[in-house]
């Protein structure tokens, strides 16, 4: 019998042998020593997410539950259940319309340029410390309001409050270390908004206002504000580079589909949804049962904890058809590698838009690269997968 370890440093590698287990032998997967059950199957794990009421977040969304003193010190969305996390979503969500979103490509696309125009000569890079990690740091910290100077630590603050220690559930202290200094900087950022407003997402939601139940006027709160430039700078980081690390990869290894997005690029935005698919940068999502549920004749007992584990359901070949073939052709009807359900991801649209400007520049500018693998490294976070280094030539 396998096991699933979200913690193990050789499961990192390559979950997905694991994962085929999973699905085939044990669809509702149950881990007493780490405590906890696992979804694996695509439409199981759908439907759970579709199910706020039933597996909640607001324990947080790991195999652990987060200390509720951290949890309301700076407040995430993610670990939240409607109509809290409504209120947030639906205030916030005003920054990351289609025309807001659409506004970013000139921009992006001239970052991406000059950092690609820095490295071109050289013949050789790390892709991920060099590129994937720095396009969307910049994007993100310009939306915040994050100072040039202060971008490279906001980085470590959010790399270091994801690493994990092999084989253990313990938090590092590392990591914990590193949630209270991103709080405390956004908290000293807040309040410099709130005496100097900028034209930055911080001054907007500083500024911003949304009905309450009553109709009255109401203000996110400090703590509130905190979270979310928390999460942004975590999740919109940490999604785009590994997406980004993990395309590079694979494209190396399909050079043929590499030529034809390099001869058509309206083929890009297909090829990326299947590099979510095919590794999402985000693997599982941690829930807490809130009643007793049955799966597959047996129990989960309420106040379980529960894994949703997308790397799996999106190699589900119930769902695809040959799911372990990388296709950049391959339609995908419901992607779940972003989220499903209320907490699918706000900045969803921004992390495409990062991606397809991202791959359309590289591709017009390095149409051909290969990558030795035996060389790159991987993260070892909670339930992050993707590369730390992707050594790259031309």
Not at 28 to 53: I, K, M, P, W
Not at 244 to 269: E, K
Not at 304 to 324: H, I, K, N, Q, S
Request: net charge negative.
């Amino acid at each position: 019998m396998m096991e699933l370890d979200p913690y193990s440093y050789a499961f990192h590698e390559d979950p997905y042998p694991t994962y085929g287990w999973l699905r085939d032998e044990a669809p509702l997967y149950h881990n007493e020593r780490l405590g906890f059950y696992a979804l694996s199957r695509f439409r199981d794990v759908a439907r759970a997410s579709l199910d706020h009421a039933t597996y909640s977040s607001a324990h947080g969304t790991l195999v652990e539950d987060i200390d509720p003193r951290l949890l309301e010190a700076s407040p995430m969305m993610i670990f939240m259940d409607p109509p809290r996390q409504s209120r947030l979503r639906k205030l916030v969500s005003r920054a990351f319309t289609p025309h807001a979103i659409t506004r970013l490509e000139p921009s992006i696309r001239t970052l991406a340029t000059r950092l690609l125009g820095a490295i071109r000569s050289r013949g050789g890079c790390d892709f991920v410390r060099e590129f994937a990690a720095v396009l969307p740091m910049e994007v993100i910290s310009t939306l915040l309001g994050v100072p040039d100077t202060d971008r490279t630590l906001v980085r470590g603050f959010t790399d270091d409050s994801l690493q994990r220690d092999p084989d253990t559930p313990v938090l590092p202290q590392r990591a914990l270390e590193a949630h209270v200094q991103m709080g405390a900087y956004f908290r000293e950022l807040v309040a410099d908004r709130r005496r100097r407003p900028g034209d930055d997402l911080v001054s907007g939601l500083v500024a911003a206002e949304l009905p309450d139940e009553n109709g009255s006027p109401t203000r996110l709160t400090d703590p509130e504000i905190i979270g979310f430039a928390g999460l942004l700078a975590g999740a919109g980081n940490e999604t785009v580079t590994k997406l980004l690390g993990n395309a590079v990869v694979l494209l190396a290894r399909h050079p043929d589909a590499r030529r034809t997005l390099a001869s058509d690029p309206a083929l890009i935005p297909a090829a990326i949804e299947e590099c979510l698919r095919y590794w999402p940068p985000s693997q599982y999502q941690g829930r807490k049962a809130t009643d007793d549920v049955e799966w597959y004749g047996r129990s989960i007992p309420k106040g379980a904890r529960v894994l949703l584990v997308t790397g799996a359901a999106c190699r589900d070949e119930r769902e695809f058809p040959d799911a372990d073939r990388f296709d950049v052709s391959r339609p995908i009807a419901i992607q779940l590698a972003l989220g499903h359900g209320v907490h699918k991801c706000l900045g969803a649209a921004l992390a495409r838009l990062e991606a397809r400007v991202s791959l359309e520049t590289l591709l017009a500018q390095i149409p051909e690269w290969s990558i030795d693998e035996s060389r790159c490294t991987r993260v070892h976070m909670t339930s992050v997968m993707g590369f730390a280094s992707v050594p790259m030539t031309w």
